[in-house]
């Protein structure tokens, strides 16, 4: 059975770093696409990280360009995502995912696991 875990979410001041990690089971990450999502209120799932299987290749959305930091550490099998000058705008809940395939999927729908996801509140 697979399944991702995400843990690290919590409610931080805004300029605060918080450090988000995706365990797996049933799956191993070195062989996959793996990405972060999020989710704020009113607001449409966006990719906001993401590196492919090869560890390769990297993106991050404009938004948190300079800020945020997606690894992958094969020998526990967890990604994380390093979140540094947090502002509200970041608040949202965090979600993991991973897809099969050779190129880094862009799109939610790509992705085939996904995590419950964590909160993350940044307040002012």
């Known amino acids: 059975q697979v399944q991702l875990v995400e843990s690290g979410g919590g409610l931080v001041q805004a300029g605060d770093s918080l450090r988000l990690s995706c365990a797996a089971s049933g799956l191993t990450f070195s062989n996959l696409n793996t990405a972060w999502f999020r989710q704020g209120p009113g607001k449409e799932r966006e990719l906001v990280a993401a590196?492919?299987?090869?560890?390769?290749?990297?993106y991050s959305a404009d938004s948190v360009k300079g800020r945020f930091v997606i690894s992958r550490d094969d020998a526990k099998n967890t990604v994380a995502l390093q979140m540094n000058s947090l502002t509200p705008e970041d608040t949202a809940v965090y979600y993991c995912?991973?897809?099969?395939?050779?190129?880094?999927?862009?799109?939610?729908?790509?992705?085939?696991?996904w995590g419950q996801g964590t909160q993350v509140t940044v307040s002012s």
């Open positions: 995912a991973a897809a099969r395939g050779v190129m880094l999927p862009k799109t939610r729908y790509d992705y085939n696991y």
């Open positions: 590196i492919s299987w090869s560890a390769g290749v990297s």
